[in-house]
C-alpha cells in the first residue's frame, strides 16, 4: 500500500519552517544592529549617505576597528577591491577590476554606493560624470564606493562625521567658448 501525504498538510509544514527563518533572520538583523550601535564608530559610518545600521555592521566587520590595519586609504581600497589594477607593458595599458578582494566587503560597498546614489546629491553626479565619461555601470557604482571607501577612512582617523560639501565638492562650469 502506498502512502500518499496531504499536500496542504505539507505545504502548511514548510510555511511553518519559512515563517521560523524569517523570524530567525530578524531577530539576528536586531541584534546586529544593537550590537553595532554600541559601537564608537556607529555615528561616524552611519553618517555617509545609504549607509544603515545593518550595512554598516558589515562594513564595520570586514574592515575592523584597528586604525593602524590600512597605512591609508589606498591599502583599504585594493582590499575591498574598489581600486582599479593598471597593467602596462610596452604602449599597451590597461585598466581592469580587481578579482582578489574581500568579496563581503566588497558586496556590501556595492550596496552602500548603490544606495548612495539617492541618498547624496553628489554622489549621483559623481556617477553620472563617470557613466558620461564613458563607464558602464558597475565601473562607474565601483568608482564611487572607492570614493566613498577613501572618506570612509579619512573620517574614521580624523573622528568626523561626513560633510557632503567635503566630500563632493561643488564643481565649478566650464567656461563657455566666446
Known sequence: MKYAADPRIAALALLRQLDAACQSAG???AAAEESFNQHPD?????????????????VLAEIGDDR?????????KAYAGAAPVTRASG???????RKVKNN???AAGYTWAFAALTASPGA??????RRDAGDRHTAAQRNLFNRLLGCLCHCLQAGRHYDEATAFPARQAAPAAA
Open 27 to 29: 531577530d539576528l538583523q
Open 42 to 58: 556607529a555615528g561616524i559610518i552611519t553618517s555617509f549617505p545609504g549607509i544603515g545600521a545593518l550595512t554598516g555592521a558589515r
Open 68 to 76: 593602524s590595519r590600512f597605512k591609508d586609504a589606498r591599502g583599504l
Open 91 to 97: 604602449k599597451s595599458r590597461s585598466v581592469t577590476c
Open 104 to 106: 563581503r566587503l566588497a
Open 124 to 129: 549621483r553626479a559623481h556617477y553620472d560624470r
